[in-house]
């Protein structure tokens, strides 16, 4: 029998970009599978995702339902219905809309059609660290205004250097993992130290848990090139659905997006999950409604504990923890929370609002979890 000399061959060189070096993955919350592999524990209130945990409209099963019966046919490769329907209510063109999986995957096309490498992104940690990702991805230079020690956005330094006419600004609001929101004036502020050879991306995910203005309108009247990212998977309950949307300046911005996006990149089932859930209008009140109030609730009762946090706009809060966020989260985790531990220095852990029985958990386990 002819036996061959298998001897291991040395492994090629990799032929990935070396920019892609310096990137570190994002990395997701907890999931209730990993959960329940960690502590044995079956009965877990997710806090770690900023997810509705209300959940969404009733009229997304039928619609869902309805959509998945012809799985042979293609979705609508410009979400047009959806769209349409967006553009109605907000009172904009259809054709300055963009739809996609997620406001992460707006965030990429964009910043793969705006970022040559060498070119200056100006963003204010800490933030989205998608930001981080995609700028590295595109080899731009990262310019980073750190925030104020309350994590406010600073104004002043920021404006001055937006006036440096970087390509990309970010601007986020409420700002993720902190809660923050910028004021109209903030923004104007920003604005208009800005060129308008700058395209600034405002980052509004979060934005129906804080609607004390019109942004679109702010953005407008500054006059340069935008686009403002939205989402349905934080107050319309489909974060498992994947549909994020973008209203741009022009649509001249929108046809350089569809140069680059995938042709099919929202599915026939996501589009009319999405649509159902933006026609229930009263869902969507009554659930960012419920939100706020226990978000008030949960406020209140850290305030009582004598617990530092931001003043947050979002379906979240942002605490500090001097035993340590790893420390925090793992003790919370085998009392069934799961909560996001983040690297913001000074030990601060994001946990997500969710609903009373939830929060009562988490009111009544934070005591012990946050000792020294």
Known sequence: MLVLDRKPQAAPATPMRAALDGVVAYKAGMTLAEAGRRTGLSDFAKLASNENLLGASPKVADAVMAAVAEPQIYPDPYCETLRAAIGQRLGVS??????????????????????????????????????????????????????????????????????????LLILCTPNNPTGNALSREAVETVLAATPKTTLVFVDEAYREYFEAYDMLAVLDAWGGPWIAARTFSKAYGLAGMRVGYGVASSEELIAYLDRLRPPFNVTAVSQAAALAAWEDREHLASTVALTLSERARVEAALDQMGVEHTRSEANFVFLRTPAGPEAVAMRLLHEGLIVRPTPVKGGWVRITIGRPADNDRLIAGLPAALVP
């Not at 595109?138 to 250097?161: G, K, Q, S, T």
């Open 94 to 167: 259809s054709s300055r809309i963009v739809v996609s999986p997620g406001s992460e995957a707006l965030i990429d096309y964009v910043f793969r059609a705006v970022l040559a490498p060498g070119d200056k992104i100006l963003l204010s940690s800490p933030t989205f660290p998608a930001y981080d990702i995609f700028a590295r991805c595109a080899e731009a230079e990262i310019v980073d205004v750190p925030r104020l020690a309350n994590f406010d956005l600073d104004v002043p330094a920021v404006a001055a250097a937006a006036a440096q006419g970087p390509k």
